[in-house]
Nanobody, 121 residues
Framework: QVQLVESGGGLVQAGGSLRLSCAASGNIFSINTMDWYRQAPGKQRELVAT???????YYPDSVKGRFTISRDNAKNTAYLQMNSLKPEDTGVYYC???????????????WGQGTQVTVSS
């Protein structure tokens, strides 16, 4: 069984920083992409960062230059460093992984349970 567990959320003032972690555990054979999404109250879930197995990254304009995604393949862990946080960054942050479990023949999508990030003005 595969599990994604996020940590590092919390309350921070505008302009501050937080670092989120996402640890994937279980019967994992290979991880392709690892992403971070967020969902603000009353809004759709949106992508904030993605990193491929080769280290290629993508950010939407809303977070580019402020957020940095990284991963440690040996630990099956992804990180999201968030700097210069704004109140509009508030939401539940979810980790996503496209991975192949041991004994499987295909990649499947997995989600974490989410971690709350609140940025006060």
């Amino acid at each position: 069984q595969v599990q994604l567990v996020e940590s590092g959320g919390g309350l921070v003032q505008a302009g501050g920083s937080l670092r989120l972690s996402c640890a994937a555990s279980g019967n994992i054979f290979s991880i392709n992409t690892m992403d971070w999404y967020r969902q603000a109250p009353g809004k759709q879930r949106e992508l904030v960062a993605t990193i491929g197995c080769d280290g290629d990254t993508y950010y939407p304009d809303s977070v580019k230059g402020r957020f940095t995604i990284s991963r440690d393949n040996a630990k099956n862990t992804a990180y999201l460093q968030m700097n210069s946080l704004k109140p509009e960054d508030t939401g539940v942050y979810y980790c996503y992984a496209d991975l192949m479990a041991i004994g499987s023949y295909y990649y499947a999508n997995y989600w974490g349970q989410g971690t709350q990030v609140t940025v006060s003005s």
